[in-house]
């Protein structure tokens, strides 16, 4: 049975004109049972229109942070992402549950290179597991295949870009963009072809 918990929001970031990310404040007396592994996931818990919602997101944030964020995307139609996207405030307070899923990335520090593919907010477990792979494992590479419509949909651009010139070396992201063509990056989706 989940376990939830009254966390308090610390940070709501805007990352595309339709997704956001929240940022939490775990108190010191509950650190250890939100630690987690990257790829895991917490579930949110809110009374919407008179009803309660729960909906699980996927932890974007490195086990090695302070951090324990989560990234929503607005859904058409979907009533908790566009609660979350339009409604909610830092400072406002949402029940959070403990974090679980076997989603888990196994840091062998053995294995040095490193391979993911996603699309859209597809991103969001991934990025803690790029994360967790450059900050702990010194000789390890990761590379991503990402893909988008667009730039301007592209969730954890910057931060991604951020990475990429901080490991050089170690980090290299292929986009690949459905609706535009953009220099140093892949026009269409990804299907084999581009994988090879």
Partial sequence: MQKFHPLKILEITTETINAVSISFEVPASLKENYSFRSGQYVTLRAKIKGNVVS??????????????????????????????NEALRAGDTIEVSFPEGRFVFDNDSSKKTFFGIAAGSGITPLLSIIKDTLETNDSSKFVLLYGNKSVADTMFHSEIEDLKALHTDRFYCHNIYSRENNDGSEYGRIEANVIK
């Fill in 55 to 84: 909906r699980s997101y996927s932890i974007c944030s490195s086990p090695n942070s302070e951090f324990l964020t989560v990234a929503i995307k607005i859904v058409e139609g979907g009533l908790f992402s566009n609660y979350a």
